[in-house]
């Protein structure tokens, strides 16, 4: 049997891959899976360049899903290239498919097979366990000994959301691409005959993002998986500005266009924009009105404030200033930490003072909160 990372080469895992494939972006449904199973069982079991390949070939119909597969196979097998060739017999699972028969008919039989697919089974589900643990754990509490692993999936999952809303699309009725997949779909309750055509369109997003992410001493627990988090949106945005702010403004718009993230990384750490300092959120907007007020356009501007809301300067200037921004954007959004806290009330002075206009309060403590800002991009 073929494997590679506790993952094994059966009808049931191709199925799984599909599945998870399917819940990342990818385009794929039950006849592109379908489909795979066939290619596979075609490739030949010891054919270990031939299962991406295959699979490649079945799932992806667009040039942002080939984009997209790539970091779902890497991630589903494991991050292995190649995988382990067997000699001797072609194991039982990866037999070619009879015409008519199931595909369950492709799972592995006898019990040596049983055997490995359990030990497949129990590290896929340790794996699972792991990742859902490390979405959901506050940042602040994380042991250290997690951080590696969590800033490997955070970047991976920054990743993918990020190119899940650069390439959304929805499905039209008038004009646009035919959408071969879902015409064929609607067409086989009659026969198979293309008579409605399916459009999709390019799905309308803000053509512009402007964050202010704060740093200051109370979220510094934050900051830097918060840094990421937006340097991932930049990197898949066309038009994103990104601001750090603590007593004062800083741009960061220019340093996150790197190529590397870790390039970035060393920059901002060079760049003095006032980490771990005081807070002053009503001034620091203050500031962007003034200087920077051009990047808000009302018709395709979200706003996006990252911070816990301990404001140590006026109020009535916070709400002031947000009353500014929220007549020039689309949405204006706010993200705190402070929301991930059981029994947190938003009843600080500057939570108060912003609360009025905001369109969007949703908390920003673990990995899964910030993906859930997706459905509000």
Not at 4 to 30: H, M, N, P
Not at 101 to 110: D, F, H, P, Q
Not at 146 to 170: H, N, T
Request: hydrophobic share 35%.
């Amino acid at each position: 049997m073929i494997r590679s990372q506790g993952r094994w080469t059966d009808a049931g895992t191709i199925v799984e891959f599909c599945r998870y494939a399917r819940a990342q972006g990818l385009s794929s449904g039950v006849q592109e899976t379908l489909a795979a199973l066939e290619a596979i069982a075609a490739l030949g079991p010891n054919n270990s360049d031939g299962l991406k390949f295959g699979l490649r070939s079945t799932l992806c119909s667009s040039k942002d899903d080939w984009d997209l597969f790539d970091d779902c196979f890497q991630t589903f097998w494991g991050g292995a290239s190649t995988l382990p060739r067997r000699t001797g017999n072609a194991p039982k699972e990866l037999a070619p498919r009879a015409k008519g028969r199931n595909s369950s008919s492709l799972m592995a039989s006898g019990s040596g097979d049983d055997v490995s697919s359990e030990q497949g089974g129990s590290q896929a589900i340790a794996g699972a366990s792991s990742h859902d643990r490390l979405t959901k754990a506050d940042f602040s509490t994380l042991p250290q000994n997690d951080m590696a692993a969590l800033e490997q999936i955070s970047l991976r999952l920054f990743k993918q959301m990020s190119r899940r809303l650069a390439r959304r699309r929805r499905i039209g009725t008038v004009r646009g691409q035919i959408d071969l997949r879902r015409t064929i779909r609607r067409s086989i309750p009659r026969g198979g005959e293309p008579i409605n055509l399916r459009y999709r369109e390019r799905k309308p997003r803000p053509h512009r993002l402007v964050t202010l992410l704060d740093i200051s001493g109370s979220m510094s627990s934050y900051s830097l998986f918060l840094v990421k988090f937006l340097y991932a949106l930049q990197k898949h945005f066309r038009h994103v500005d990104t601001f750090l702010f603590s007593t004062g403004l800083t741009e960061i718009t220019n340093l996150f266009r790197t190529q590397r993230l870790q390039d970035a990384l060393k920059a901002l750490s060079q760049k003095p924009a006032g980490w771990s300092g005081g807070t002053s959120i009503g001034g620091s907007l203050r500031e962007f009105n003034q200087l920077h007020r051009r990047k808000l356009r009302s018709s395709d501007t979200l706003f996006v404030v990252l911070s816990d809301g301990w404001d140590t300067g006026d109020p009535g200037v916070l709400a002031a200033e947000l009353a500014v921004v929220k007549r020039r954007v689309r949405r204006l959004i706010w993200l705190t930490p402070l929301l991930g806290l059981k029994d947190y009330q938003p009843i600080t002075s500057g939570i108060t003072a912003a609360l009025p206009y905001l369109d969007v309060f949703a908390p920003a403590h673990n990995l899964e909160s910030l993906l859930a800002l997706e459905k509000h991009l």
